[in-house]
C-alpha cells in the first residue's frame, strides 16, 4: 500500500502535468485539495511519533513584546546578522551549516523588546524533513514575522525557501481569505457570496469542499477566492504574517548584480539592502521592523499619581486591558476589579472598563486591582 507521502507526490506530479486555465482549476482545487487531507493526516501522525518519543527536538521559549525568524540558506550570514541587531555573539565560521541550534537575541528598539531568533540554514527538502526542517519551520510557525536573508548572488535560492515555507502552511505577505465553512448534518453544500466570484464557479467551489471529504456545510465568501483560498481554510492551520527580503553582503555586490537580484524576487515584496559586515542598512532594518509589527503605545496611570507620558508599555495593535495585565504582572488578571481609559478607545475620559476592552494606540490606562 502506497504510503501518505507517495499519495502526496502522485498527485503533484499530476497537478504539474495539468496546464492551468479556467476549464482545469476546478480539477486542480481536488486535487489540492486532497493533497491538503493528507498532509493532516501526516502531520498528525507525526505528532502522535514525537508524543511518543519519536527522537529529539528543539524548541524556543517566546519572550519580549514580539518574535522574528531569520530564514536563509547555511552561509548566507544570518549569525553575523543577529550579532549586529542584537547584543548575541553568535560563534560562526567560513563554511556552511555553522549554526547548529536556535540562537535567540534581543533587540532593543524605540522602546520595544523584539526577540530575534537565529535559526539553522534551510535547505531544499526541510518541509519533507530533511535537515532538521520540520523543527526550524515550526519555531517560524510560532514567530510574527519572517525575514528572508539572501545571498546576492544566489538569489534563486528565494524561491526555493518560500516554497519549503509555502508546503509548512505559511501564508506570508498574504491577507487571511474571507472564506467561512459552518458545517451541518444536512442540506448539502451551499455557497453563498457577497461579490461576484471570477475564478470558480459554484460546481467548483462544491467540488474541492467534497474532496476534503465535506458532505453538508453552508459556505460564505467575502472576497473573490481561488483554489488556494478554499483549500487553506479547508486546512485549518495556515499562518498569515509579513516577511520581508534581507539582501545580504551588499558590501560585495555591484549595482547591477543587485538589480539582477531583485528582478528575482517577488513584486510587491520589501527589501532591505544591508551589510552585516559593514553595518551598511542595519539601522534602516530597525526601523523597518518595528514599524511592520504592529505594535502601539499606551500609557499607564498607577492610581492617584501622574501618568507617565515619557516611557509607554509597547504592545501589539490588537491588544487588550487583558493582555496589557499578563504583561505587567502574571497575578494583575486574578486581582483585576477594573481599568480606566481615557484615549482613542473611549467613548469619554477615564471610562470604566473590563478585561476585554480592546485598546487603541495613546491610551492612557489605569488598572485597578484587590489588594
Known amino acids: 500500500m502506497a504510503t501518505i507521502e507517495d499519495q502526496i ?71 553575523s546578522l543577529i550579532s549586529q541587531l542584537t547584543d548575541v555573539d553568535s560563534h560562526i565560521g567560513g563554511f556552511a551549516f555553522t549554526t547548529l541550534t536556535c540562537i535567540p537575541g534581543v533587540l532593543h528598539h524605540r522602546g520595544a523588546t523584539i526577540q530575534i531568533l537565529d535559526l539553522p540554514g534551510l535547505i531544499k527538502g526541510a518541509s519533507e524533513g530533511k535537515g532538521r526542517g520540520r523543527e526550524i519551520l515550526n519555531v517560524i510557525r510560532s514567530c510574527d514575522m519572517v525575514l528572508y536573508v539572501i545571498d546576492p548572488f544566489q538569489g534563486s535560492h528565494f524561491h526555493i525557501l518560500d516554497k519549503e515555507l509555502w508546503n509548512a502552511g505559511m501564508r506570508l505577505n498574504d491577507p487571511k481569505p474571507q472564506v467561512f465553512i459552518d458545517r451541518t448534518e444536512r442540506g448539502g453544500i451551499v455557497v453563498r457570496s457577497t461579490l461576484e466570484q471570477t475564478n470558480l464557479e459554484t460546481e467548483e ?46 558590501d560585495l555586490a555591484s549595482k547591477a548584480e543587485l ?16 551589510s552585516a559586515l559593514t553595518g551598511e542598512g542595519i539601522e534602516a532594518m530597525k526601523d523597518f521592523i518595528f514599524d511592520n509589527l504592529h505594535f502601539m503605545s499606551i ?62 494606540d495613546e491610551d492612557l490606562l489605569t488598572i485597578i486591582i484587590r489588594k
Open 9 to 79: 507526490k502522485s498527485i503533484e506530479e499530476e497537478i504539474s502535468k495539468t496546464k492551468y486555465n479556467k476549464a482545469t482549476q476546478g480539477h486542480i482545487g481536488k486535487l489540492k485539495a486532497k493533497i491538503a487531507a493528507l498532509r493532516v493526516r501526516k502531520e498528525k501522525a507525526q505528532a502522535h511519533a514525537k508524543s511518543s518519543g519519536g527522537g529529539p527536538g528543539f524548541e524556543v521559549r517566546k519572550s519580549g513584546d514580539a518574535s522574528v525568524a531569520l530564514v536563509g540558506f547555511p552561509s548566507v550570514g544570518k549569525s
Open 299 to 360: 500609557y499607564l496611570k498607577p492610581q492617584g499619581q501622574e501618568a507617565d507620558l515619557i516611557e509607554p508599555l509597547i504592545v501589539k495593535n490588537t491588544s487588550t486591558v487583558r493582555d496589557v495585565c499578563v504583561k505587567l504582572h502574571r497575578d494583575f488578571v486574578r486581582r483585576f476589579r477594573y481599568a480606566r481609559v481615557k484615549g482613542p478607545s473611549a467613548k469619554f475620559d477615564w471610562q470604566r472598563v473590563g478585561l476585554d476592552h480592546l485598546l487603541k
Open 205 to 250: 467551489i462544491q467540488g474541492i469542499i467534497r474532496s476534503f471529504g465535506i458532505v453538508s456545510a453552508n459556505i460564505t465568501l467575502r472576497t473573490d477566492v481561488t483554489d488556494d483560498h478554499i483549500v487553506d481554510t479547508l486546512a485549518g492551520n495556515r499562518v498569515y504574517s509579513d516577511a520581508v527580503v534581507i539582501l545580504n553582503k551588499i
Open 259 to 274: 538589480d539582477e537580484t531583485c528582478e528575482q524576487l517577488p513584486i510587491g515584496w520589501p527589501v532591505l539592502p544591508v
